[in-house]
């Protein structure tokens, strides 16, 4: 089995910092794309930021410029530093990892339990 375990959600005000993390754990011989969502009540779960193995990113518009994902390949890890946070960043923030279990193995898309992030105005 793989776990992905989010931390670092909590509570901040508006201009404000927080940093996510998510570790993955278990049966794991790789991982590729690694990626943050979000869902905010009464929305459809978005994609927020994604990171290939080798680094490269892309981000929704909405967060250009103020969030930076990043992933530490030996830890199996990945961060959301996220600055200059807004009311509209509030939303639980979903992990994900593509994850290969053996050398054989196709990858599969793993999911984190969530971590809510509330921004005050």
């Known amino acids: 089995q793989v776990q992905l375990v989010e931390s670092g959600g909590g509570l901040a005000q508006a201009g404000g910092s927080l940093r996510l993390s998510c570790a993955a754990s278990?049966?794991?011989?790789?991982?590729?794309?690694m990626a943050w969502y979000r869902q905010a009540p009464g929305k459809q779960r978005e994609l927020v930021a994604a990171i290939t193995r080798g680094g490269g990113t892309n981000y929704a518009d909405s967060v250009k410029g103020r969030f930076t994902i990043s992933r530490d390949n030996a830890k199996n890890t990945v961060y959301l530093q996220m600055n200059s946070l807004k009311p509209e960043d509030t939303a639980v923030y979903y992990c994900?990892?593509?994850?290969?279990?053996?050398?054989?193995?196709?990858?599969?898309?793993?999911w984190g339990q969530g971590t809510q992030v509330t921004v005050s105005s």
């Open positions: 278990g049966s794991i011989f790789s991982i590729n794309d």
């Open positions: 994900t990892a593509e994850v290969a279990r053996t050398y054989y193995s196709n990858s599969r898309q793993y």
